[in-house]
């Protein structure tokens, strides 16, 4: 079910997302181009497929949906952006294919990701794009600043490099992750929720239990990968993390105990979500790719 899903869903958002680089003038080109690039060379949509899973969860349709798995998209590929840069990560490889600051310049990619997190706020107070009322599209807004903010992914990988070469534990090695990368996952599904106009406060209470579930599985899986894969699957550097002596949940852990822990999080993440009964099926299919991906 899930490659079937997650083709109508990468179709969908992509549609929505190619109508949003057009260059306003010829002095703005290589921006918009870099822009482009940076959102439109692949990847699983994993954040837009779980936007337009919670959103049918409780009811409602994709085409409510498409506004908010845009802006996530946006956000998550500005994050990809400025992670690669050398000042962060210091990358050269994402999804097989030169990063943004090798493709272009430095500067070109810093302005890149700066004008793709403008736009997922542009997108979400749309309208046009984002067809909820004016409450809920301000509720929205609030939601994404504060999953991609210092309170979640900022501060995340603020938390994340200031933790190189330290030894944490567990709970240190998950409030960093709930930050860096389980915040917008949590974010994806409460937004999907919103999206849906049928959101309860015990809804979205489920979704949440689900959504910490799933973020921390994602990492996790990020982590064995990371450990098992090759560059080549990857389409990133395979062992970037060990070679910058960053914390891992293998390293931490152990490999199979890391494995475990991964399967764990998603039975979690599926009995979260049972009361949805059958409108939760691509949620819980979700869960299930999430821990079985190899790249």
Do not use: W
Not at 32 to 55: E, F, I, Q
Not at 66 to 87: F, K, R, T
Request: hydrophobic share 45%.
């Amino acid at each position: 079910m899930i490659k079937a899903y997650q083709a109508h869903c990468q179709a969908r958002v992509d549609d929505a997302l190619k109508s949003l680089f057009d260059s306003p003038a010829p002095d703005l080109a290589r921006l918009h181009d870099a822009m482009r690039y940076s959102v439109m060379n692949g990847g699983k949509r994993v954040r837009p497929l779980l936007v337009y899973g919670a959103c049918e969860a409780l009811g409602g349709v994709a085409e409510q949906a498409d506004g908010a798995a845009s802006a996530v998209e946006l956000i998550h590929a500005y994050s990809l952006v400025h992670d690669d840069l050398p000042a962060m990560d210091d990358d050269d490889l994402r999804r097989g294919q030169p990063t943004t600051h090798k493709a272009f310049d430095e500067a070109t990619a810093i302005l890149a990701g700066d004008g793709l997190q403008a736009l997922a706020f542009a997108v979400l107070a749309d309208p046009l794009r984002n067809p909820q009322s004016a409450e809920t599209r301000l509720e929205m807004v609030r939601c994404l600043a504060h999953a991609a903010g210092p309170a979640g992914m900022v501060g995340g990988q603020a938390i994340d490099l200031g933790s190189v070469a330290r030894r944490l534990d567990q709970h240190a090695l998950e409030r960093m992750h709930r930050h860096k990368t389980g915040a917008l996952i949590e974010g994806s599904v409460r937004l999907g929720a919103l999206a849906s106009g049928r959101a309860t406060t015990a809804d979205l209470a489920d979704l949440n239990v689900y959504a910490q579930a799933v973020g921390l599985a994602f990492q996790v899986q990020d982590d064995i990968i990371d450990v098992e894969s090759d560059t080549e699957t990857l389409g990133k550097r395979q062992g970037a993390d060990v070679a910058r002596d960053k914390p891992t949940y293998p390293a931490l852990l152990g490999l199979s105990e890391a494995k475990a822990y991964a399967l764990e999080l998603r039975d979690q993440a599926i009995t979260a979500v049972e009361r949805f009964g059958h409108a939760a099926e691509p949620l819980r299919a979700l869960a299930r790719y999430i821990v079985e991906r190899r790249h």
